[in-house]
């Protein structure tokens, strides 16, 4: 069989196999420490706590802890507080123009980006830390334990989580370096699969004991599910090639250029960070009325059934508007068609300079639309799940942040490890043709 034959080529390689290798004991590493408890804390007590993570945005984080926030443990913050500084640190770098200066200088701005990042993420995980205990505080007296007192307690556990969420990131950077690559979603990852086959066999066993539908409905739901996955493979990978002709010159002997080459405009270029924001719009009404205590028989409640349509209608018009604002600050056209024009690049039939600026405005314009809309239906799929039936800890794998994540980080894992089996003249993973990550090229978070 191709599969056995292809495992067989992958160990050969010692490179590769090294790589894997490492990877798991990295991983086994990772998921004992979502189990190892703050100092101080009664496992038996975090029933109310594993409850609160079963719905809304808590639920999200602790799927990306891989259920590190639900047992209160040293890797509880995850490494979500270093993607926050990331984006922050992104964002900064496209509207600061120091930070754009940076950028351009190579390898050496690149370090000081990083380096900064990592200030930023320590600044916030010294205060989501206190945040967390308060919370856990609450979840505790709820069914009749308490935290430690004592402000050293306080001290202490937040210096624990920092340093756990700080060791998960080391962890992603040897994954990157000694392991397959692309660590820091490949912790993701594992976080979001490890409760993939809890949720499942949730889900067969109210089917086929609890719920009407039995197996049918089972089998039903799972292919679905691998209708919804390859749409997502689609929206992962989808792109527009813009051809691109190059002037030919003549150096000495030697002639350069008049190759054909082509710009691959990505359908969804923002990737999964308008969810992400639109996620984090939509949590604020929800905070607002339980801090205020206030009637949600009004207005707001709608916005409190995640189920319900006025909730998903506002939640896909801010992610179809932030695919467009994430798009703008991260395609430059004006940049492209100066680049082009630099090193005697033209896009047949579009005038240099202007027209080729406002050529690719076009482009882009045409297909972020049907990017953003298939991605604002990804992400209220999992309503729809739960509207038809399914638990609402399966539903979550319907769509959403989770599932685009899954599938991206998947797709990249595939292409490095493809690259290593061309690289020393196997066949690829597949047949006919070769996989495409995100970028076309192994992404790195």
């Known amino acids: 069989m191709r599969g056995i034959e292809t495992i067989k080529n992958i160990w050969k390689i010692e490179d590769l196999r090294n790589r894997i290798l490492t990877t798991l004991l990295l991983v086994v590493i990772y998921r004992f420490g979502t189990y190892v408890v703050l100092p101080g804390i009664d496992p038996k007590a975090l029933t109310a706590l594993q409850e609160q993570t079963r719905g809304g945005l808590l639920a999200l984080l602790d799927m990306f802890s891989g259920g590190a926030f639900s047992n209160a443990s040293i890797f509880a913050l995850g490494i979500m507080p270093y993607i926050s500084a990331s984006i922050v640190m992104q964002l900064l770098a496209i509207a600061v123009p120091s930070f754009q200066k940076l950028q351009r200088e190579g390898e050496s701005g690149r370090r000081k980006i990083n380096q900064w990042t990592r200030y930023l993420t320590v600044l916030i995980l010294l205060f989501q830390g206190p945040i967390y205990l308060v919370n856990l505080s609450v979840q505790l007296q709820a069914v009749g334990a308490a935290l430690p007192g004592g402000f050293w307690f306080t001290v202490s556990s937040t210096i624990i989580l920092a340093a756990g969420s700080m060791f998960i990131l080391w962890l992603g950077e040897r994954i990157t370096d000694k392991g397959v690559g692309n660590g820091i979603s490949f912790i993701i990852l594992i976080g979001i699969i490890a409760r993939l086959p809890h949720s499942l066999f949730q889900e067969f066993v109210s089917r086929t004991s609890e719920r009407t539908g039995g197996l049918v409905m089972f089998l039903f739901e799972i292919v679905f599910l691998l209708f919804v996955i390859a749409g997502a493979i689609l929206l992962v990978q989808g792109t527009r090639k813009v051809p691109v002709q190059y002037a030919k010159r003549i150096i000495g002997n030697k002639q350069y250029g008049g190759a054909r080459q082509y710009i691959p405009l990505k359908v969804n270029a923002a990737n999964v960070m308008p969810i992400i924001f639109a996620q984090a719009i939509m949590f604020i009404p929800i905070s607002i009325i339980g801090f205020s205590h206030t009637d949600t028989t009004g ?70 639309l049907p990017g953003a809309l298939f991605l604002a239906i990804v992400a209220i799929m999992p309503a729809f799940a739960r509207i038809a039936g399914v638990s609402m800890e399966f539903s979550q794998f319907f769509g959403g942040t989770s599932l685009l994540i899954l599938v991206g980080v998947v797709l990249d894992t595939l292409q490095q490890v493809e690259s290593h089996l061309l690289m020393r003249h196997y066949d690829g993973l597949l047949k006919s043709g070769r996989i495409k990550g995100r970028t076309g090229s192994v992404a790195a978070y």
Do not use: C, E
Request: aromatic residues 20%.
């Open 299 to 368: 207005f707001w409640s709608h916005f409190m059934d995640n189920t319900g349509f006025w909730y998903n209608f506002v939640f896909a018009v801010l992610i179809i508007v932030f695919t467009y604002f994430y798009t703008a600050i991260t395609i430059n056209p004006t940049q492209m068609a100066d680049d082009l024009k630099r090193n005697n690049g033209f896009i047949p039939g579009v005038k240099p300079g202007k027209q080729t600026k406002d050529y690719l405005d076009a482009i882009m314009d045409r297909i972020t």
